[in-house]
C-alpha cells in the first residue's frame, strides 16, 4: 500500500530557514500537500503541488519535488516561533476517485528565540 | 473562518457510556472522512463516506460507526466506550478540488 515517512523532529533558530522532509511510494501521486497542526487544533491545509511541478513558492513557504526520488520537502524562510507545530506530508493518488490521502507521521518543528 | 465544525471539542467520560461526535459542514461537499490521531501523532483514517447513504471503513480498523443520512453530517458514534477510544477525531470533507478541509478536532478521554 501506500506509505509516506517524514523525520520526526526538528529544532531551529528563530531566524534560520527550516527544512522538512517527506518520501512517499505512490508513483501515481497526483496531488501533494504540507498541513500544519498547531497544539490542540485541527489540520491547515498550508500548500499543495501538483505533481507536473518541480517547485511551488508562496511567500515563506517553498515546496520542492523530485518526482523521481518522489521527495518532498517544505522549506520554511525565516522561521518564527508561531512556526512552531506539527507538519503533516500528504499524498493523493490519481488512480482513484474516493478523494482518501495517505499522511506521514508527521514532523514536530521546535522554534527556539 | 470554519466551513467545517465539531462537537464536542473536549469530552472526558466514563467506560461504557455511547458517545457521538458530530461533524458538519457548509460546503456542500460529497466526500467526508474521520481520522484518529493517537498520542503518538500518526493521523489513520477510519470511516470515510462519498454521498448520503454511502459509508466505507478506512485503513485502520476502529469500533466505531458512522452515519450519512444528510450531506452535512457525518456523526461518529461510539456504543461503548473503552479507555483504548481515548484519541483525538478529526473530521474532514473535500469537494472536487481534492483538498481536504479539517475540523479542530475532538479530544476524547474515556476513563
Known amino acids: 500500500g501506500e506509505d509516506v515517512e517524514q523525520s520526526l523532529f526538528l529544532s531551529v533558530r528563530e531566524g534560520d530557514s527550516s527544512v522538512i522532509n517527506c518520501t512517499y511510494t505512490?508513483?501515481?501521486?497526483?496531488?501533494l500537500y504540507w498541513y500544519k497542526q498547531e497544539p490542540g487544533a485541527g489540520l491547515q491545509l498550508l500548500t499543495y503541488i501538483f505533481s507536473n511541478m518541480d517547485m511551488k513558492q508562496d511567500q515563506r513557504l517553498t515546496v520542492l519535488l523530485n518526482k523521481k526520488d518522489k521527495h518532498l520537502s517544505l522549506r520554511i524562510a525565516d522561521t518564527q516561533t508561531g512556526d512552531s507545530a506539527i507538519y503533516f506530508c500528504?499524498?493523493?493518488?490519481?488512480?482513484?476517485?474516493?478523494?482518501?490521502?495517505?499522511f506521514g507521521d508527521g514532523t514536530t518543528l521546535t522554534v527556539k528565540p | 473562518e470554519a466551513d467545517i465544525y465539531q462537537t464536542p471539542r473536549y469530552l472526558v467520560i466514563g467506560t461504557g457510556k455511547k458517545i457521538t461526535l458530530e461533524c458538519s459542514q457548509t460546503?456542500?461537499?460529497?466526500?467526508m472522512y474521520w481520522y484518529q490521531q493517537d498520542p503518538g501523532m500518526e493521523l489513520h483514517l477510519i470511516h470515510y463516506?462519498?454521498?448520503?447513504?454511502?459509508?466505507e471503513k478506512g485503513d485502520l480498523s476502529s469500533e466505531s460507526t458512522v452515519s450519512r443520512i444528510r450531506t452535512e453530517h457525518f456523526p461518529l458514534t461510539l456504543e461503548s466506550a473503552r479507555p483504548s477510544h481515548t484519541s483525538q477525531y478529526l473530521c474532514?470533507?473535500?469537494?472536487?478540488?481534492?483538498?481536504?478541509?479539517f475540523g479542530e478536532g475532538s479530544r476524547l478521554t474515556v476513563l
Open positions: 460546503m456542500g461537499h460529497d466526500k
Open positions: 500528504a499524498e493523493k493518488p490519481s488512480r482513484t476517485n474516493a478523494g482518501k490521502s495517505t
Open positions: 463516506s462519498y454521498g448520503v447513504n454511502s459509508t
Open positions: 474532514a470533507s473535500s469537494g472536487g478540488t481534492r483538498q481536504l478541509f
Open positions: 505512490d508513483s501515481s501521486s497526483t496531488y
